[in-house]
């Protein structure tokens, strides 16, 4: 089975402008979890998304936002770009049936730098 | 307020060497999951382990074993016979069934480095 991937793998932008990242998920995984990782403020949960819905949600402002597609996959977008949204951004996905919470597998991520 | 704490930020190890991660962590929910993660240099994080609530029991798999204590709220990680292979950060993650759709809570996470 193919893992999950995500597309760009490096990006650089300029503040104030914006960025859609893209993640396609393990075949049959239709839940998709989004992952900040920065060295100050380690591994944090943006979102997730099943079903094309938005299920949960971090503690981030409306700037990041997400969206998943009828095929699982998912976009995340970021808007007007600070210098602090640097960071490798981490999707993951999983299997999702009722209440049980089962592992995620991680993509290579997308390393995005803001200057 | 960090629920899940790693507190060795780094510890190295010669080959062959046995080593312990520690993970402590915190939650009210009776129903709940933890996880370890390995992050090689490459960046990828690779799924090691799922425990639920309800599991107590120890487990192994290779070299590495987990000892879930419910008692002491603690998850902790022991490689046996580490190799240069082994060198990476690890990270313990807790998902509660109150805040579960998705969310891995992830504690600061361990380097480690084994050299030969």
């Known amino acids: 089975k193919a893992g999950v991937t995500q597309t760009p793998r490096y990006l650089i932008k300029t503040r104030g402008q914006q960025v859609t990242l893209s993640c396609s998920p393990i075949s049959g995984h239709r839940s998709v979890s989004w992952y900040q990782q920065t060295p100050g403020q380690g591994l944090q949960f943006l979102f997730e998304y099943f079903s094309e819905t938005q299920r949960n949600k971090g503690n981030f402002p409306g700037r990041f936002s997400g969206r998943q597609f009828s095929n699982s996959r998912s976009e995340m977008n970021v808007s007007t770009l600070e210098l602090g949204d640097s960071a490798l951004y981490l999707c993951?996905?999983?299997?999702?049936?009722?209440?049980?919470?089962?592992?995620?597998?991680f993509g290579p991520g997308t390393r995005l730098t803001v200057t | 307020a960090q629920k899940v704490t790693q507190a060795q930020t780094e510890i190295s190890v010669v080959e062959k060497e046995d080593v312990t991660l520690d993970c402590v962590y915190e939650?009210?929910?009776?129903?709940?999951?933890l996880f370890w993660y390995k992050q090689p240099p490459s960046g990828e994080l690779v799924f090691l382990i799922r425990r639920n609530s309800f599991d107590e029991q120890n487990e192994i798999s290779g070299r590495y074993s987990w000892n879930f204590q419910k008692s002491t709220s603690s998850f902790n990680f022991t490689i046996t016979a580490s190799q240069v292979v082994d060198s990476a950060v690890y990270f313990c993650?807790?998902?509660?069934?109150?805040?579960?759709?998705?969310?891995?809570?992830f504690g600061a996470g361990t380097q480690v480095v084994v050299t030969p």
């Open positions: 993951a996905s999983s299997l999702a049936y009722g209440q049980v919470t089962y592992e995620q597998y």
């Open positions: 939650t009210r929910d009776t129903t709940y999951y």
């Open positions: 993650a807790l998902s509660e069934l109150t805040d579960s759709w998705g969310k891995l809570q």
